[in-house]
């Protein structure tokens, strides 16, 4: 078993420096960039906005894994088409590496299940924290880009894993409801002390002006209320599509790849890499603080 492991490890490494070489995109990091997807309120999309936006990233030739902290609500697997009975508490156990717990996806992008198993960590004594981060540094060899779909609303266990993040991608729609939730989740945020740099999606848009306006306003209050700053990467249109892509449990941009709203989010996937923040503390430093916002 402990000689499938090493192999089943040795060839992941392998497979992500091959693609990392081989990428368009190139950056001299050697930290992953850790990105916190979240939004204010349930049924904005964001799950499947954040799996759709690692395959974006993967066709730019980017090594992505998405972590699924959605407790008791996760469903990035239902969308990939894939699952994994292991979360990162199996990490304690003594036949389990990094790689056991981890599932490979369409176009190469890893999934790993949070679960209940992220929360529980803060029940851990030191030494059980220290074995769990040194196994995870390991991530920061096998993905440029992190994303961490949590659950939705501004809870202490949602909250964490913004503040914790180096980077934070907002997802609502333009309905008023939707952004009055973002708003709120903006303010929590702040409250927290977050140091994130924040970025702003708008889903499921009838029309380009729609989607702008939205993210202008909530941009502006922002701004003149809170003194926060943050960013627009787009909008992504509403897509009926998509329903039939869940079904199917094949994400949209590989079931339905020429749809205009597959375009958007290949738009915001370069975007998000031309814009890259400087502030990247890895894997690493995102679990250390999210274990001090936790104990």
């Not at 909250?159 to 993040?165: P, S």
């Not at 999606?201 to 809170?226: H, Q, S, T, W, Y």
Request: some cysteine; aromatic content about 6%; overall charge positive.
């Amino acid at each position: 078993m402990m000689w499938d492991q090493a192999e089943k490890l040795r060839k992941m490494v392998q497979s992500s420096s091959e693609k990392k070489s081989s990428s368009v995109i190139k950056a001299n990091r050697t930290n992953a960039r850790v990105i916190t997807v979240t939004s204010g309120k349930g049924g904005v999309g964001k799950t499947n906005f954040t799996v759709n936006l690692a395959l974006a990233l993967a066709k730019l030739g980017q090594r992505v894994l998405i972590i699924d902290a959605d407790l008791g609500m996760g469903n990035v697997d239902v969308i990939l088409g894939c699952s994994t009975p292991y979360n990162i508490l199996h990490l304690l156990e003594g036949g389990f590496s990094l790689i056991d717990i981890i599932t490979e996806g369409p176009l190469g992008i890893k999934f790993m299940s949070g679960g209940s198993g992220i929360y529980n960590l803060a029940n851990l004594d030191d030494s059980q924290l220290t074995r769990i981060i040194n196994k995870i540094t390991l991530l920061d060899d096998l993905a440029d880009i992190i994303l961490i779909d949590t659950g939705a609303g501004i809870s202490k266990s949602v909250m964490n894993f913004v503040v914790a993040a180096d980077e934070v991608i907002i997802v609502t729609t333009p309905e008023p409801t939707a952004i009055t939730d973002a708003y709120a989740m903006v303010k929590t945020y702040v409250s927290h002390s977050g140091t994130a740099v924040l970025k702003l999606v708008i889903n499921r848009v009838m029309e380009p002006d729609e989607g702008n306006i939205a993210a202008d306003k909530l941009i502006k209050v922002a701004l003149k209320f809170l003194g926060l700053t943050i960013s627009s990467l787009g909008f992504v249109y509403e897509d009926s599509n998509l329903v039939r892509a869940v079904k199917k449990q094949t994400p949209l941009l590989l079931a339905f790849p020429n749809t205009a709203s597959a375009r958007c989010i290949e738009q915001i996937a370069n975007r998000l890499l031309d814009r890259a923040s400087s502030k990247t503390t890895g894997v690493k430093g995102f679990f250390n603080k999210l274990l001090g916002l936790m104990r």
